[in-house]
């Protein structure tokens, strides 16, 4: 859509929309090298007034996908017109002879199919802005096979499939809520034991540390999935998700990790046992009470441990104070 850095941000100006250098400039080459442009910045910083005004200055339109907590895979790639599917049945059905078969396949075709943001893009002939705004607010519903695929179309697969970094959560205030695990080789008794840093990638351990790494991580992985079945399968994504984000422990390369994500799950296990034996000693009516006043309509949307634990302290002081 641009020739030049000079053309980007004298267009973005004609929109209304002022960018200094480093942000003409990043423009521009997210356009040549067709890579996608990922901003972040607080409410109101321009993050999404930014894509409309490249679609503007290009001369083109946009496509958005707002994310939100509960979107799933229809909203965003599209789905299946089943009003219109079956007026077609209705109509065919009428005739004396009917191929089953081919109306089957007919009904499958892209004229029942109504397209959502991602597909429309991809479609499109003429260069177009898809703006996927707020993508950290989707959910692990949201995160399936069909939506990476899809989104992979657009340069962004890397972004949603690359786990194997060290991933901190920050708070409101951008400060780390748990401070990353140092690698093996990195701690004193690590460095006790021989491991040693790869030269060529000092983020990696030497090939002997890593052998010894890697027997590890593998009790370690077939420990976290036998607690499979003890905690439940909503806990068990929950906590892989939160301390490690991925969906299957065998993904997580760090030792150190995995132990983080098997204590975790011991303790979940602890705290449901407790909490299987409080719920005896209450009533119902007082545990969906404890449920509406932490937001929750019932016990299978509990996914971590602190806000497990948060209800059994609640749950507890119920039983004490009489089962009310």
């Not at 080459?29 to 005004?53: F, I, M, V």
């Not at 001369?59 to 895979?73: A, D, K, M, P």
């Not at 748990?178 to 090939?207: C, M, V, Y």
Request: include cysteine.
């Amino acid at each position: 859509m641009f020739t030049s850095v000079d053309q980007v941000e004298s267009r973005l100006r004609d929109t209304g929309y002022i960018a200094d250098s480093v942000a003409a400039t990043t423009v521009y080459l997210a356009d040549a090298l067709h890579r996608p442009l990922l901003l972040e910045g607080p409410a109101g910083s321009g993050k999404t007034q930014l894509a409309y005004a490249v679609a503007a200055a290009g001369h083109t339109t946009v496509e958005r996908l707002q994310c939100y907590e509960g979107i799933n895979e229809e909203k965003a790639i599209g789905k299946f017109d089943e009003s219109l599917q079956r007026l077609c049945v209705e109509l065919k059905s009428r005739s004396a002879i009917v191929d089953w078969e081919s109306l089957q396949a007919e009904l499958h075709g892209r004229q029942f199919y109504v397209a959502g943001p991602l597909l429309r893009a991809l479609e499109c002939e003429e260069p177009r802005v898809l703006l996927i705004d707020e993508l950290d607010k989707v959910d692990q519903a949201f995160e399936a096979q069909s939506f990476k695929r899809a989104a992979s179309c657009f340069g962004l697969g890397r972004y949603l499939y690359y786990f194997a970094g060290v991933w901190v959560d920050l708070d409101d205030r951008k400060r780390p809520k748990d401070i990353p695990h140092l690698f093996d080789w990195a701690t004193p008794q690590g460095w006790r034991e021989g491991k040693r840093p790869n030269a060529a990638n000092p983020s990696r351990p030497s090939a002997a540390a890593e052998s010894s790494d890697s027997a590890r991580s593998g009790s370690l992985v077939r420990e976290i999935e036998g607690m499979a079945d003890a905690v439940g399968k909503r806990f068990y994504r929950g906590v892989l998700k939160r301390i490690a984000r991925v969906w299957n422990p065998s993904q997580i390369r760090e030792p150190a990790v995995l132990q983080n994500v098997l204590n975790e799950m011991r303790a979940v296990d602890a705290e449901l046992r407790r909490l299987d034996e409080v719920l005896n000693h209450v009533e119902p009516s007082t545990v969906t009470a404890i449920l509406r006043s932490l937001g929750l309509r019932s016990l299978d949307q509990l996914d971590g441990l602190e806000i497990l634990q948060r209800v059994l302290a609640e749950v507890d002081r119920a039983a004490q104070n009489g089962g009310s």
